[in-house]
């Protein structure tokens, strides 16, 4: 018995090229944020690249928010296809935003904090997912992306 398939080769191909775009967005503008939070934050952490707790540290937030943008980019191109529909666009921003925002914060210290912390990491992600969004958008719109069909 043979069935057809959607997910030819071309299509996985695409899901790849949009991975690998929402991926290098995601983490370009996690770190971005990361690099202003240590020169305007009131941690005091050098930039300092040489090793060290702090460099292992950037590199791991790397690393998540790259992986998080890609698994993005992908929910991203299948669920908003071609359609123009607003809310399900925001809505896939949002459940990115609010899971991976709220995942990063420690509950107690949160608590403890009267809630910013969960404040300031989902607002964070909200920016990254909304602007990696409007990334994938714009390589659409080139044509350099596909939507899935």
């Given at each position: ?14 899901s790849?090229?949009?991975?690998i ?17 240590r ?5 005091g952490?050098?930039l ?30 299948y669920?908003v ?14 459940a ?32 990254v ?21």
């Amino acid at each position: 018995m043979t069935t057809s398939s959607r997910f030819s080769a071309a299509e996985r191909i695409a899901s790849l090229k949009t991975a690998i775009a929402g991926g290098v967005t995601a983490g370009l503008l996690s770190f971005g944020l990361l690099l202003l939070h240590r020169l305007v934050g009131s941690e005091g952490l050098p930039l300092n690249f040489g090793g060290g707790l702090g460099t292992l540290t950037l590199l791991v937030n790397l690393g998540t928010s790259a992986l998080s943008g890609a698994l993005f980019a992908l929910t991203y191109r299948y669920a908003v296809r071609t359609d123009d529909n607003l809310q399900l666009n925001a809505g896939v921003i949002a459940a990115f935003a609010l899971v991976r925002g709220v995942a990063l914060v420690d509950a107690g210290s949160a608590i403890a904090q009267k809630g910013w912390p969960f404040v300031a990491a989902c607002g964070e992600n909200f920016v990254v997912f909304g602007l990696t969004a409007l990334a994938l958008n714009f390589g659409r719109q080139q044509g350099w992306l596909t939507p899935f069909k």
